[in-house]
């Protein structure tokens, strides 16, 4: 594995020395991929921006995406946390296995009203990739001396929106007044894994993710794998967010076995006669 930055969409890669790290050894290829940017960006977010600590309680939106869970195993490595995780009603077992105690379908329940219904107070921490109306219901959330760590702007992709939706969603998050913050006791942090890859603390905390895979802590989950020439397939799995876990990106898928290519060679052969 290594922390390379952007550019990482290609055959070979060139990365110094001292940022390659080898894969364990029972990790596979397209695990060892679903690390780096989506657990780094999930503990970067928990530990240095919000400071997670025991008996604290997480919002995690898009709790089924590779960042979801991968926040959702690391936040449950400190004890007695509380989440609360928004993904469609299909996907809600699978949170749950993953560590979420409350899931929430945020296509048919508010979950801002969800959430205090359980905790009247609010949470600790919100990680927010939506942004536009959702920066706000999250920042309401927030318990005082909450963290609403905000890393991207999803609401900002939704297909149909006119381009005054797109005006309302981007005054929505940029209208927030920062003197907010004094009178209710909350902060406001911001994230963007692209621009730290030189941050020595990023490769700190990547050998930290070995470490925890290793304790049984990190178990990266692969929802599909495609190649190089099928990502207009990916982008679209990802878009829908049909995805549970991390979509991998591979130059060329494997072959497949010599034998099932003959019996399928057969089966078109009978076919035809």
């Known amino acids: 594995m290594c922390v390379s930055g952007r550019g990482a969409w290609s055959e070979k890669v060139v990365a110094p020395a001292e940022r390659v790290i080898p894969i364990p050894e029972k990790l596979s290829f397209e695990e060892a991929a679903a690390i780096p940017v989506n657990y780094l960006t999930a503990y970067l977010m928990l530990f240095r921006c919000a400071h997670l600590r025991e008996g604290q309680s997480v919002l995690i939106h898009m709790a089924a995406g590779g960042v979801g869970v991968a926040a959702t195993q ?3 490595s400190v004890p007695n946390v509380t989440l609360f995780g928004t993904a469609s009603a299909p996907k809600h077992a699978v949170i749950k296995e993953n560590g979420i105690d409350y899931p929430i379908d945020y296509r048919t329940t508010d979950y801002e009203v969800e959430v205090k219904k359980i905790s009247p107070d609010g949470v600790d921490i919100v990680l927010d990739p939506l942004a536009g109306k959702d920066f706000k219901k ?29 005006a309302k969603q ?3 998050t940029s209208s927030f007044d920062p003197f907010q913050l004094i009178g209710k006791n909350r902060t406001v942090s911001g994230f963007d ?11 700190v905390a990547m050998k930290e993710l070995v470490r925890l895979y290793e ?8 929802d599909s794998v495609f190649a190089f020439e099928e990502i207009g ?6 878009h829908s967010r049909l995805n549970v ?5 591979v130059p060329r898928k494997a072959a497949k076995p010599e034998k099932e290519t003959e019996e399928k060679s057969e ?3 009978t076919e035809k006669e």
């Open 170 to 172: 981007w005054f929505q």
């Open 74 to 76: 690391l936040a449950k």
């Open 233 to 238: 397939e990916a982008q679209k799995r990802m």
């Open 215 to 222: 304790e049984g802590v990190v178990k990266p989950k692969v």
């Open 138 to 166: 999250g920042f309401n959330l927030l318990r005082p001396f909450g963290v609403t760590v905000l890393f991207g702007g999803a609401n900002f992709l939704q297909e149909n929106k006119s381009y005054f939706n797109l």
């Open 245 to 249: 876990g991390k979509i991998i990106l």
């Open 267 to 269: 089966a078109v052969s």
């Open 193 to 203: 894994l692209g621009g730290l890859f030189k941050n020595p603390d990023v490769l």
